[in-house]
């Protein structure tokens, strides 16, 4: 797969929530030597650090610099329960500088809010983050999670528009009236938790799951659409949910902490015919099911 570009992000990139530092700093390694420019990580993820080691093993023995790849990482807004503070507009800057330091960087590429449920103090976040963009020490400014509310707020209030906000976007949660809106500002849409459908998808112990036991047997049965549709373009099935997201120009970030699969996850050299396009379209069943704050319709 060649790196293609959103408008500012680059198609691919490697998911790191679930990870441990010792498995970010490996799949960071790993993903940067099979030709993935973009690693995707979280302060709430605790592994920046390990996200850092494996870049800068890769840059030690790599003709690339520092400006060729891409690192999203994210500000944690607090206020979900009472022990996290909601982050004002110097606990931004100064969760901003901690990223950076963790991720052993002097900018960040694309630094996101990751959630809207920053409530009263969203707006002085997203001041911040201008303000750090001015700076030079971000080159592109997102958010993530928010809606058409959220975002109606920045405008209402005279601020920038985001470079881009990360949602989840697969084809049981498609929210086309988001999209639609992000396309019209012409904010980059970056696709998370694509591979929600697949039986396989979070199925270890302790990890975050909202999926419902039917949902994992859809994945499970040798009748699942995804199947089908996998077989007939000779991918696999999450070859196939990646081509989907990305053939609509969404930035993809799929995780996996297996070698292979990170490869597999890369090759999406294949195109998906439209009557199977529109046919996904129809499976569409509303709501985000990765978590509550991932549903931009949940958070006032
Ligand atoms: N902004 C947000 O609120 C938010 C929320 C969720 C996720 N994200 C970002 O988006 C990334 C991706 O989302 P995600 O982690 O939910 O899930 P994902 O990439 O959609 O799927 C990961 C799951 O699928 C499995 N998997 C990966 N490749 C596979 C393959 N080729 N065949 C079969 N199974 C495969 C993985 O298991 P193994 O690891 O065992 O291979 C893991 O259980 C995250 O890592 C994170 O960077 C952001």
């Known amino acids: 797969m060649d790196n293609t570009y959103t408008q500012n992000v680059p198609s691919v990139g490697l998911g790191t929530y679930n990870m441990t530092s010792e498995e970010a700093e490996l799949l960071t390694y790993e ?85 809207p449920h920053g409530k009263n103090k969203r707006l002085d976040q997203w001041r911040a983050l201008v303000d750090l963009k001015d700076s030079g020490k971000i080159k592109y400014i997102g958010v993530s999670n928010w809606g058409v509310n959220h975002l109606s707020e920045l405008k209402d209030n005279n601020l920038p528009m985001p470079d881009a906000n990360q949602i989840e976007l697969h084809p049981w ?28 998808w979070r199925h270890k112990d302790g990890e975050n799951s909202k999926k419902t036991d039917e949902m994992y047997e859809i994945g499970l049965s040798e009748n699942s659409p995804f199947k089908i549709l996998a077989n007939k373009y000779n991918v696999t099935e999450a070859q196939f949910l990646l081509k989907w997201a990305v053939q609509q120009n969404f930035a993809i970030l799929p995780k996996s902490i297996d070698v292979n699969r990170m490869k597999e996850n890369f090759n999406l050299d294949f195109i998906i015919d439209n009557q199977d396009m529109e046919y996904i379209k129809t499976m569409d069943k509303g709501n985000s099911i990765t978590w509550e704050y991932g549903d931009p319709l949940q958070v006032k």
């Open 31 to 115: 993903s940067l030597k099979h030709g993935y420019r973009h690693i995707d990580t979280a302060a709430v993820y605790k592994n920046e650090n390990g996200v850092a080691k494996g870049l800068e093993k890769f840059l030690d023995k790599s003709d690339l610099k520092r400006e060729n790849i891409f690192i999203t990482t994210k500000l944690w807004p607090g206020g979900l329960v009472k022990v996290d503070r909601i982050k004002d507009y110097t606990g931004t800057v100064k969760s901003f500088e901690k990223s950076l330091m963790r991720l052993n960087l002097d900018y960040i590429d694309l630094y996101l809010i990751h959630s």
């Open 173 to 200: 949660s498609q929210k086309h009236e988001l999209v639609k809106f992000l396309r019209n500002e012409n904010i980059d849409i970056i696709a998370y938790s694509s591979l929600v459908p697949l039986s396989t």
